[in-house]
C-alpha cells in the first residue's frame, strides 16, 4: 500500500515539474499553454476521387454538399495541430498532422473544438472511413455510399445517407442516430450499430439485418423495416415503434425494458432478467412466455409466427393491435 502511495505521489511531483518547466520555457506566461490560436484553412480539391477517409483527433467532422464542381475541405483548426488534405489512391485523405514540441501538449483545458467541414460535389461514393477520438461526425441525407464505418471514442454520430452493402458505427460515450429523415426513409443495407454508455435512436430506416448493442444506454427504433434485428442492452430501454422485421427479431436486455407500439416480425425472441416486456403487436402470434415472478398476460393463438418471451423477474404483457394493417 505505502508503495502504490509512493508510486502515485511520484507521479503528481513529476506532472507538477513538466507544468514548471513548460511554464518557464513560455516566460510563466500560462496562456500560451492553455490558449492556442485558431485559423481558417480552406482547401480545394479536384473531384478525382470514389472514396474518403478521414482520421482526426478532436475535431468535429461535418459533410455538406459543395455548391461548386470541387470539393472543399475547411479546416478550422489549432495553428499547431494542422489537417493534412490531399488525394491518393482514388481516396481524400483528411488527417491530422501533430507536430507540437513537448510542452504544447499540456493543454489544461480548451472552450474550443475544431472543426472539419468537406463540401462533396457528387452524391455517390465508393467508400466513407471517419474517425474522430473525442468530436462529432455528422453525415447529411441525399448522399449515397457503397460502405461506410464511422468511429468515435466520446463523440455523437448522425448518420442520413444511403448505403448500399454496410453501414458500421461505433462510438464509446457517444451517441448513435441514423435516419430520421421527413419525406423519404433512409435505405441502407446492412446495419451494425454499437455504443457503451450512448443512446442508439434508429428513425425512418429500411434495412437489411441490423444489430445495435449499447451497455448504458437506450435503444429506439422507429418507423421502418428491416430483414432481421437483434438488439442488446445491459440496463436501457430497447423501444420500438412502428417498425417491423420481416425474419427474426432478437432482443436481449439485463435490466431495461422492451416496449413494443405497432411492431411485429415473422420470429421474436426476447428476454430480460428484470425488465418488462410490454406492448401491441401487429400479428397473431404463437406465445411461449414465462417469468419466475412477474405477471403474465399474452392472447391465445394457433396461427402465427412463434413469439418467446421469457424474464426472471418482469412483467410480460403483450396483446394484438388488430386495427392497425401489417403491411
Keep these: 500500500m505505502k508503495k502504490a502511495f509512493l508510486i502515485a505521489f511520484c507521479l503528481v511531483v513529476a506532472g507538477i515539474a513538466m ?31 470514389t472514396s474518403i477517409a478521414v482520421d482526426v483527433d478532436t475535431a468535429d467532422v461535418v459533410f455538406d ?36 514540441k513537448w510542452y504544447e501538449k499540456i493543454v489544461l483545458f480548451s472552450f474550443k473544438s475544431p472543426k472539419i467541414t468537406i463540401y462533396l460535389p457528387l452524391n455517390n461514393y465508393d467508400k466513407l472511413s471517419a474517425k474522430s477520438d473525442t468530436g462529432d461526425i455528422v ?29 458500421k458505427i461505433d462510438s464509446d460515450t457517444g451517441g448513435i442516430a441514423v435516419g430520421n429523415r421527413s419525406v423519404d426513409n433512409l435505405n441502407l443495407g446492412k446495419l451494425n450499430a454499437s455504443t457503451d ?13 441490423v444489430r445495435l448493442e449499447t451497455d448504458t444506454g437506450s435503444i429506439k427504433l ?8 437483434i438488439a442488446e442492452s445491459d ?32 420470429e421474436l425472441e426476447i428476454e430480460t432478467h428484470t425488465g418488462d416486456v410490454e406492448g401491441t403487436l401487429l400479428t397473431p402470434k404463437i406465445f411461449y412466455a414465462h417469468s419466475q415472478t412477474g405477471y403474465v398476460y399474452t392472447p391465445e393463438s394457433l396461427v402465427g409466427g412463434r413469439c418467446k ?7 410480460i404483457n403483450i396483446r394484438i393491435n388488430s386495427i392497425v394493417a401489417h403491411n
Design 222 to 229: 422507429k418507423v421502418g423495416r428491416c430483414s432481421a434485428l
Design 309 to 315: 418471451i421469457t424474464s426472471d423477474t418482469g412483467d
Design 235 to 266: 440496463t436501457g430501454n430497447v423501444k420500438i415503434t412502428d417498425f417491423i422485421a420481416d425474419g427474426k427479431m432478437t432482443i436481449d436486455t439485463d435490466t431495461g425494458n422492451v416496449l413494443f407500439t405497432n411492431a411485429d416480425a415473422a
Design 139 to 167: 453525415v447529411p441525407d441525399n448522399l449515397r455510399f457503397d460502405n461506410a464505418v464511422l468511429d468515435s471514442d466520446t463523440g455523437d454520430i448522425e448518420f442520413n445517407a444511403d448505403v448500399v452493402s454496410s453501414l
Design 65 to 100: 454538399h459543395a455548391m461548386s464542381g470541387d470539393c472543399i475541405v475547411e479546416c478550422h483548426e489549432r495553428d499547431t495541430l494542422i489537417h493534412s488534405v490531399y488525394v491518393e489512391d482514388n481516396t481524400l485523405h483528411v488527417k491530422l498532422d501533430d507536430n507540437r
Design 19 to 49: 507544468i514548471a518547466v513548460a511554464a518557464h520555457s513560455q516566460s510563466f506566461d500560462f496562456s500560451k499553454l492553455i490558449n492556442a490560436e485558431y485559423v481558417t484553412n480552406r482547401h480545394s480539391v479536384p473531384s478525382t476521387f
Design 197 to 209: 454508455t450512448g443512446n442508439i435512436d434508429i428513425d425512418c430506416v429500411n434495412a437489411g439485418d
